[in-house]
C-alpha cells in the first residue's frame, strides 16, 4: 500500500539556520504530495502542496519538489526562525474511485533556538 | 475561514465508561469528515471516513462497535469510544472536506484521551 518515510526527529537548529526534512513516498499511480505543519496545541495546518511531477509547492519560505524520479518531495527553507518551531508531516493523497484518503509519515519535531 | 474546532479537548475516564468526541466544522459545510488517532511519536491513523448522511466506512483492523461515528449534519461529527479501556487512551483528531475541494482537508485541533 501507500506509504510516507521522513526524517526522525527531533531536529533542533539555531535561528537563520538552513532546514531540509527528508520525506520519500511509496505509492501506485500519481500521488498528491503535501507538508502539514502542526505548532503546539494547535490542529494541523497545510504548508504546501504539490499535485504533479516537478511542481513545486512554497508557503511562508518553505519549499518542496515533487521528484517523481526519486519518489522524493523534501521541505527546505533557507533561514528558520523561532516561530517555525512545530512538528512538520508528509503526506501523500490518494484519489480515486471517489474517496480522498491521506497517508501520513510520522512527523518530524522541529525545535529553533534563539 | 475553514475552522474546524473539537470538544473536549481533553478527557479522562473510567475503564468500562463511554466517551463522546464531538467535531464541528465551523464556517463550513463538511460533507466529508475524517477521523484519526495518533499514538505519541507516530503519524496519523485513518480510523474512518464518514459523508453526511450515511454509515461510516472503517479503515481496515478499527472496531466499528468500539468507534462509533455519526455524521448527523453538514457541520457535525461525533466519535463515541464504548466501553473504554486504558489501550484506547490515545490522542483523536478528526478533519473536514467540502465536495467541491476533496483534496483539502481541514483538521481540528485534536482531542486527548486518557482512560484510567
Known amino acids: 500500500g501507500d506509504s510516507v518515510t521522513q526524517m526522525e526527529g527531533p531536529v533542533t537548529l539555531s535561528e537563520e539556520a538552513f532546514l531540509t526534512i527528508n520525506c520519500t513516498y511509496t505509492?501506485?499511480?500519481?500521488?498528491?504530495l503535501f507538508w502539514y505543519v502542526q505548532y503546539p496545541g494547535e490542529g494541523l495546518q497545510l504548508l504546501l502542496k504539490?499535485?504533479?511531477?516537478?511542481d513545486k509547492g512554497s508557503n511562508k519560505g518553505f519549499e518542496a519538489t515533487y521528484r517523481k524520479e526519486t519518489t522524493s518531495f523534501h521541505l527546505e527553507k533557507g533561514s528558520v526562525q523561532v516561530s517555525d518551531s512545530a512538528v512538520y508531516f508528509c503526506a501523500l493523497l490518494y484519489s480515486g474511485a471517489g474517496s480522498y484518503q491521506l497517508t501520513f509519515g510520522k512527523g518530524t519535531k522541529l525545535s529553533v533556538i534563539p | 475561514g475553514a475552522v474546524v474546532s473539537q470538544h473536549p479537548s481533553w478527557v479522562i475516564c473510567k475503564s468500562g465508561t463511554s466517551v463522546k468526541i464531538e467535531c464541528r466544522s465551523l464556517?463550513?459545510?463538511?460533507?466529508?469528515m475524517f477521523w484519526y488517532r495518533q499514538f505519541p511519536k507516530q503519524s496519523l491513523m485513518l480510523m474512518a471516513t464518514?459523508?453526511?448522511?450515511?454509515?461510516?466506512?472503517?479503515e481496515q483492523g478499527v472496531e466499528k462497535d468500539k468507534f462509533l461515528i455519526n455524521h448527523a449534519s453538514l457541520t457535525l461529527s461525533t466519535l463515541t469510544v464504548t466501553s473504554a479501556h486504558p489501550e484506547d487512551s490515545s490522542f483523536y483528531i478528526c478533519?473536514?472536506?467540502?465536495?467541491?475541494?476533496?483534496?483539502?482537508?481541514?483538521f481540528g485541533p485534536g482531542t486527548r484521551l486518557l482512560v484510567l
Open positions: 464556517d463550513f459545510q463538511a460533507t466529508t
Open positions: 464518514s459523508n453526511e448522511g450515511s454509515k461510516a466506512t472503517y
Open positions: 505509492a501506485t499511480g500519481y500521488p498528491s
Open positions: 478533519s473536514a472536506s467540502v465536495r467541491t475541494r476533496q483534496e483539502t482537508q481541514y
Open positions: 504539490a499535485t504533479k511531477a516537478d
